[in-house]
């Protein structure tokens, strides 16, 4: 079992910044990809950015996000982190961290799933931005 707290959500202005935490917790040594998604009202959830925790920097951004967000592991406490600059009304959402002990093979090397099949996920944090 891995438990998954978010924070550091809240309200900002259209071009600010905020940073997300996801502290993993448990039988963190499982997880091999962890990963934010996001949910806004009326829509449905999307991938926001993934991460192979146990390979360096290989990463995965939406388009929607390339460029603005980056997206972070500390293997040391188990802590995913997502940088939100230039930040957008159409960011607005619920975000969410998952983990996940399964890669799989995209293009040849190790990839996490972008399509919401992940087996642990956090209560979630709201942003909004205005």
């Known amino acids: 079992h891995v438990q998954l707290v978010e924070s550091g959500g809240g309200s900002v202005q259209t071009g600010g910044s905020l940073r997300l935490s996801c502290a993993a917790s448990g039988d963190t040594s499982s997880v091999r990809c962890m990963a934010w998604y996001r949910q806004a009202p009326g829509k449905e959830r999307e991938v926001v950015a993934t991460i192979v925790t146990d390979v360096r920097d290989r990463t995965f951004y939406s388009e929607s996000v390339t460029g603005r967000f980056t997206v972070s592991h500390d293997n040391a406490d188990s802590t995913l982190y997502l940088q939100m600059n230039s930040l957008k009304p159409e960011d607005t959402a619920m975000y969410y961290c998952?983990?996940?002990?399964?890669?799989?093979?995209?293009?040849?090397?190790?990839?996490?799933?972008?399509?919401?099949?992940?087996?642990?996920w956090g209560p979630g944090t709201q942003v909004t931005v205005s």
């Open positions: 998952a983990a996940d002990p399964w890669v799989i093979a995209r293009d040849g090397r190790a990839a996490c799933s972008t399509s919401g099949q992940y087996d642990y």
